[in-house]
């Protein structure tokens, strides 16, 4: 067996600022043949940055696996030990935190049910006062972005350095392609308000299925993500705790493989000339669409004052639908979305009737 230095400060750090950073690994700790294998072939893809495991599993329901617990540390210890690839583990009690850095863990994260509650969320900050270990956050399960701030703030004020965010999709009722809705816009927000907190994509909570993996994977890297946390599991079939998403460590290398990678810019000047003619179409016909907007907006005021001189309410039902129906209509031989058509048609009736109500009040 080969041994390889464990993992030092220094190459945490490493790994830390690499881009894309790639974080994979089961997504439970099962057994040390299980840990050690997974991470053994994990590392012969010479894809992998850092080993994930749950050691403890916060489950919706009891009576599932709820995580090997303390016992299965050692088992990241040792494939460290035997690959040199630094460990991350789900931490969500001051005991968590104590246990996991008592065994070396290299990164810590805030799962999902944690960032919804800032008792725990609280608590584990606490635990980390004075001490310099990197922390990821995973979205709360429900689509705040409050929530998920006040984690951040929360670790900030802790002393915590390094704060990483993971975007896991977002839990709804009902059926869905997704086992969580990735509702990309409230991770791209989280991004414009937060840019200098790297921001990593875990596509297998956000999918709950394999077959979907690369086009979520590939999504987020043309999103301009810095890196992915991916399940994977020697023997996926047969996992303990989210079986359909995981998939083998040779699987992810090929996923990876297949990625195309692309950055945020290049130095290229042709690319630049090229991108700053069509922004410079963009933006003329974005001031062609406020003007058509802002006269829109005075007719909705003639009609307005019309309706008032007449005594006849801002709103008519049937027409509304009239216009999202007519709208949508278009919209399709357009190539437009019914969804973005439909939101908005949304904002622009509101608008309408803000411009309404104004005449009437006047
Ligand atoms: C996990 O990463 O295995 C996990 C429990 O994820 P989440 O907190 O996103 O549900
Ligand atoms: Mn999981």
Same mark, same amino acid.
């Given at each position: 067996?080969?041994?390889?230095?464990?993992?030092?400060?220094?190459?945490?750090?490493?790994?830390?600022?690499?881009? =894309?950073?790639?974080?994979?690994?089961?997504?439970?700790?099962?057994?040390?043949?299980?840990?050690?294998?997974?991470?053994?072939?994990?590392?012969?893809?010479?894809?992998?940055?850092?080993?994930?495991?749950?050691?403890?599993?916060?489950?919706?329901?009891?009576?599932?696996?709820?995580?090997?617990?303390?016992?299965?540390?050692?088992?990241?210890?040792?494939?460290?030990?035997?690959?040199?690839?630094?460990?991350?583990?789900?931490?969500?009690?001051?005991?968590?935190?104590?246990?996991?850095?008592?065994?070396?863990?290299?990164?810590?994260?805030?799962?999902?049910?944690?960032?919804?509650?800032? /008792?725990?969320?609280?608590?584990?900050?606490?635990?980390?006062?004075?001490?310099?270990?990197?922390?990821?956050?995973?979205?709360?399960?429900? =689509?705040?972005?409050?929530?998920?701030?006040?984690?951040?703030?929360?670790?900030?004020?802790?002393?915590?350095?390094?704060?990483?965010?993971?975007?896991?999709? /977002?839990?709804?009722?009902?059926?869905?392609?997704?086992?969580?809705?990735?509702?990309?816009?409230?991770?791209?927000?989280?991004?414009?308000?937060? =840019?200098?907190?790297?921001?990593?994509?875990? =596509?297998?909570?956000?999918?709950?299925?394999?077959?979907?993996?690369?086009?979520?994977?590939?999504?987020?890297?043309?999103?301009?993500?810095?890196?992915?946390?991916?399940?994977?599991?020697?023997?996926?079939?047969?996992?303990?705790?989210?079986?359909?998403?995981?998939?083998?460590?040779?699987?992810?290398?090929?996923?990876?493989?297949?990625?195309?990678?692309?950055?945020?810019?290049?130095?290229?000047?042709?690319?630049?000339?090229?991108?700053?003619?069509?922004?410079?179409?963009?933006?003329?016909?974005?001031?062609?669409?406020?003007?058509?907007?802002?006269?829109?907006?005075?007719?909705?005021?003639?009609?307005?004052?019309?309706?008032?001189?007449?005594?006849?309410?801002?709103?008519?039902?049937?027409?509304?639908?009239?216009?999202?129906?007519?709208?949508?209509?278009?919209?399709?031989?357009?190539?437009?979305?019914?969804? /973005?058509?439909?939101?908005? /048609?949304?904002?622009?009736?509101?608008?309408?009737?803000?411009?309404?109500?104004?005449?009437?009040?006047?």
């Amino acid at each position: 067996m080969q041994i390889t230095e464990p993992a030092t400060k220094e190459v945490v750090q490493q790994k830390w600022n690499k881009r =894309p950073l790639i974080i994979a690994g089961p997504c439970s700790a099962e057994t040390e043949e299980q840990v050690v294998q997974t991470a053994q072939r994990l590392a012969a893809t010479g894809k992998v940055d850092v080993l994930r495991a749950g050691i403890w599993k916060p489950r919706t329901r009891p009576g599932s696996f709820e995580g090997i617990g303390t016992k299965g540390l050692p088992w990241l210890q040792k494939a460290k030990q035997l690959t040199g690839i630094p460990v991350a583990v789900e931490v969500a009690t001051a005991k968590q935190v104590a246990d996991a850095l008592h065994f070396d863990v290299d990164i810590l994260w805030i799962g999902a049910r944690t960032t919804v509650n800032p /008792f725990s969320v609280q608590e584990v900050a606490d635990a980390l006062r004075g001490v310099d270990v990197p922390v990821l956050i995973k979205n709360p399960i429900n =689509p705040d972005l409050e929530l998920w701030t006040g984690a951040v703030e929360r670790v900030a004020k802790a002393g915590i350095k390094q704060i990483g965010l993971i975007h896991r999709g /977002f839990s709804s009722y009902g059926n869905s392609e997704y086992r969580n809705a990735p509702m990309w816009h409230l991770a791209i927000e989280m991004k414009r308000r937060n =840019p200098e907190l790297m921001m990593i994509n875990d =596509p297998s909570h956000i999918c709950g299925r394999r077959d979907i993996l690369q086009e979520v994977a590939q999504k987020a890297i043309d999103l301009d993500y810095d890196g992915l946390i991916m399940e994977s599991h020697v023997d996926p079939d047969h996992a303990w705790s989210d079986a359909k998403q995981q998939i083998t460590p040779e699987q992810l290398g090929e996923m990876l493989n297949n990625i195309v990678w692309r950055k945020e810019d290049t130095a290229s000047a042709e690319y630049h000339a090229a991108l700053e003619k069509l922004r410079n179409q963009i933006n003329h016909l974005d001031d062609e669409l406020m003007q058509i907007l802002g006269e829109r907006m005075k007719v909705a005021e003639k009609i307005g004052q019309y309706k008032k001189e007449n005594n006849i309410t801002i709103l008519q039902t049937t027409r509304w639908n009239e216009i999202l129906e007519r709208a949508a209509k278009k919209g399709e031989k357009l190539g437009l979305s019914k969804e /973005f058509v439909t939101k908005y /048609f949304d904002a622009v009736h509101l608008e309408s009737i803000n411009h309404q109500t104004k005449v009437f009040n006047s």
